[in-house]
């Protein structure tokens, strides 16, 4: 630690680093699956990160734009496709710090979302290395050491994994972040804002296919974009938006009037 601190790290950044991996670790635990599927949205991330950072407009601007790409995401027999908790408490940090806006840090956080899987691979992998050993405690009787197997040594692994990588990342990853912003053209810092700013759109588009309503897509994309591109603000967005389902109303019980005639 005292060697990190004469390398130029700040003690802001070394708590904000062990603030981070403590968060990923709590929101993977599973220790009551309501409070960790709070803690693990990007929203929630957003929120705290925000008030470390004393900025929480943009904490909760960048964590609900993240937590949007992975709203549709199932976790099918308990894998997962997409670990939405990494992306956010990895892009959200190194955002606020460096200054990136939303779109970009979006565009940020989905390589990490996939990093996720692989460490989840990893510790499923290790589980197996106590099962064979509770297996063992069973054929001698011992009660404590099926204890251990099941519960203390998966803990430690688990956090171990998800602490370490997201401690490291967040107390170098701005950094080098940052030099890289500094090295890229400004043609590809808007390729991954203007990428950024479509993923949240395909994440909830995601939703109304898992919900079978396929048919309601070109009205989404219609108000996504007239937000996004051409400037209308929430409350015009909001009036278009009811007029349009009334006009839908109408014309669905049109027909069925029409039907019965």
Excluded at 130 to 139: H, I, S
Excluded at 140 to 162: D, M, Q, S, V, W
Excluded at 229 to 239: F, P, R, W
Aim: glycine share 12%; with cysteine.
């Amino acid at each position: 630690m005292i060697l990190m601190f004469e390398k130029g790290v700040s003690e802001m950044d070394f708590v904000l680093a062990c603030l981070c991996g403590v968060l990923y670790f709590l929101a993977k635990s599973k220790i009551g699956y309501t409070l960790t599927t709070a803690i693990g949205s990007g929203l929630f991330i957003g929120f705290i990160l925000g008030l470390y950072f004393n900025d929480l407009k943009n904490g909760l601007i960048i964590g609900a734009s993240i937590q949007l790409i992975y709203l549709g995401v199932i976790h099918t027999g308990g894998n997962e496709p997409s670990d939405g908790e990494l992306a956010a408490v990895v892009a959200i940090p190194i955002a606020l710090k460096t200054g990136l806006d939303a779109q970009a840090a979006v565009a940020l956080a989905v390589p990490f979302g996939v990093l996720g899987i692989f460490l989840d691979q990893i510790r499923r992998t290790s589980n197996s290395i106590w099962v064979r050993k509770a297996d063992k405690y069973a054929e001698e009787g011992n009660e404590k050491g099926i204890f251990h197997c099941a519960f203390t040594y998966p803990a430690i692994t688990a956090f171990l994994l998800r602490f370490i990588p997201v401690f490291g990342i967040t107390l170098f990853g701005a950094d080098a972040v940052e030099i890289l912003l500094q090295v890229l053209p400004e043609w590809v810092i808007t390729g991954f804002s203007v990428a950024g700013g479509i993923l949240p759109a395909l994440g909830f588009a995601i939703i109304i296919i898992t919900i079978g309503k396929t048919k309601l897509l070109p009205y989404f994309f219609i108000g996504f974009f007239a937000v996004a591109y051409l400037g209308i603000n929430t409350m015009a967005a909001a009036v278009f938006g009811a007029c349009i389902a009334l006009l839908v109303i109408f014309n669905a019980n049109n027909k069925v009037e029409s039907g019965k005639e």
